[in-house]
Nanobody, 123 residues
Framework: QVQLVESGGGSVQAGGSRRLSCAAS????????IAWFRQVPGKEREEVAS???????PYAEAVKGRFAISQDNAKSGLYLQMNSLKPEDTATYYC?????????????????WGRGTQVTVSA
């Protein structure tokens, strides 16, 4: 059973940085896609960054050049470095995974989800 647990959320002022972590366990598939999504109340969950067995995929336009996704060598930790944060980055951030490559990054394609961590950016 794959388990994902996010951490690192909190409050930060605009222009600041935050690093989110996602601890993954129970993952045995040789191919995978792991991603960070975010959601604000009343809006759809949107993907901001992802990577799969072959590498990092293009970032969402809203975060390009400011956010960076990475994973540790053991592939048990996923990270999202967020720089130059803006108030519009305020959201609950979720870690998600699936056992195939990132062919489609619609939320419904991901089988495994963390509970989310809240990031609040104040002006």
């Amino acid at each position: 059973q794959v388990q994902l647990v996010e951490s690192g959320g909190g409050s930060v002022q605009a222009g600041g940085s935050r690093r989110l972590s996602c601890a993954a366990s129970g993952y045995t598939s040789r191919r995978y896609c792991i991603a960070w999504f975010r959601q604000v109340p009343g809006k759809e969950r949107e993907e901001v960054a992802s990577l799969d067995t072959d590498g990092t995929l293009p970032y969402a336009e809203a975060v390009k050049g400011r956010f960076a996704i990475s994973q540790d060598n053991a592939k048990s930790g996923l990270y999202l470095q967020m720089n130059s944060l803006k108030p519009e980055d305020t959201a609950t951030y979720y870690c998600a995974a699936k056992t195939i490559d990132c062919l489609s990054n619609s939320p419904i394609d991901f089988a495994y989800w963390g509970r989310g961590t809240q990031v609040t950016v104040s002006a």
